[in-house]
T-cell receptor, first 112, second 115 residues
Framework: QKEVEQNSGPLSVPEGAIASLNCTYS??????FFWYRQYSGKSPELIMS????GDKEDGRFTAQLNKASQYVSLLIRDSQPSDSATYLC????????????FGTGTRLKVLA | EAEVAQSPRYKITEKSQAVAFWCDPI?????LYWYRQILGQGPELLVQ????????DSQLPKDRFSAERLKGVDSTLKIQPAELGDSAMYLC?????????????FGPGTRLTVL
């Protein structure tokens, strides 16, 4: 069983719509959660981090965390063609080396 | 703006040759990571340093890969000999320290092609 699961996509949304990206994780004690954006051929870029249950908003991005259900999601409002990329979810435990476990990413396509 | 530096950006080599990658983390960042990312997959941790010490190298193929961070600042990852299956993006990241909430920031990566 994969430790961090994401739908590989592609997820296609029209320009201006809300894109919803989901991530589930298997380790119940996971403490910290991160969303990265990765354009084709480029390195991952940190978008959001979230540590507590609930919502965290930053501009057009909202991260949602539900530890009881072991999922974290990323909402992108007013999606733009420039948001077209792969979105990686990463999960970190509360102890040890705090090693990130990455999902395989969801490819998002925003259609103009 | 502080960034993680990596070189080279691209490397083409023949199998059985040696290759080396260099990384300079964000100034002041004590924790440095080397990842390998195969197309269509998420980054996989190869080795993690805290200052000059290795804290995790459980996924590093030690028969051919080596990594060092001698002065606790910049780091080198070496592959000898390179194999066809080593073709991938090699990413370096850094964070301010060892804690669950510490965010990792990636460099631009090195795209390795082994022929």
């Amino acid at each position: 069983q994969k430790e961090v699961e994401q739908n590989s996509g592609p997820l296609s949304v029209p320009e201006g719509a809300i894109a919803s990206l989901n991530c589930t994780y298997s380790d119940r004690v996971s403490q910290s959660f991160f969303w990265y954006r990765q354009y084709s051929g480029k390195s991952p870029e940190l978008i959001m981090s979230i540590y507590s249950n609930g919502d965290k908003e930053d501009g057009r991005f909202t991260a949602q965390l539900n530890k009881a259900s072991q999922y974290v999601s990323l909402l992108i409002r007013d999606s733009q063609p420039s948001d077209s990329a792969t979105y990686l979810c990463a999960v970190s435990p509360p102890s040890g080396t705090y090693k990130y476990i990455f999902g395989t990413g969801t490819r998002l396509k925003v259609l103009a | 703006e502080a960034e993680v530096a990596q070189s080279p950006r691209y490397k083409i080599t023949e199998k059985s040759q040696a290759v080396a990658f260099w990384c300079d983390p964000i100034s002041g960042h004590a924790t440095l990571y080397w990842y390998r990312q195969i197309l269509g997959q998420g980054p996989e941790l190869l080795v993690q340093f805290q200052d000059e010490s290795v804290v995790d190298d459980s996924q590093l193929p030690k028969d051919r890969f080596s990594a060092e961070r001698l002065k606790g600042v910049d780091s080198t990852l070496k592959i000898q000999p390179a194999e066809l299956g080593d073709s991938a993006m090699y990413l370096c990241a850094s964070s301010s320290g060892l804690a669950t909430y510490n965010e990792q920031f990636f460099g631009p990566g090195t795209r390795l092609t082994v022929l």
